[in-house]
């Protein structure tokens, strides 16, 4: 698998969103001037292609990674279709 890879502090290029819908996800959550948490700190984690294709263990894997390593308290926002969030719940009643 692909795995996790971390950002270098400062790279923004790493988890460029190509797409534009993390960024407009994002906004919604701690936009400064609409966002519903706009004091909010928050961190890109970029789980799909920059073609908005992957695998659904590429999003547990970085569910899993915040978890871990996540800053607490911490709020998980994901905009994934009806598919990914199935996948996600049967694949939860499996994960260790």
Do not use: F, Y
Request: aromatic share 4%; proline share 3%; with cysteine.
């Amino acid at each position: 698998g692909r795995g996790v890879e971390v950002c270098d502090r400062g790279d923004t290029q790493c988890a460029l969103d190509r797409n534009g819908h993390g960024t407009a996800a994002a906004s919604l959550a701690g936009g400064r001037t609409l966002g519903v948490a706009p004091g909010a700190t928050l961190h890109a984690v970029k789980v799909l292609r920059d073609d908005n294709t992957g695998h659904v263990t590429w999003i547990a894997q970085a569910i899993d990674w915040i978890l871990v390593h996540g800053i607490r308290p911490a709020v998980v926002s994901l905009s994934i279709d009806n598919v990914a969030m199935r996948a996600l719940g049967l694949l939860s009643q499996a994960w260790p």
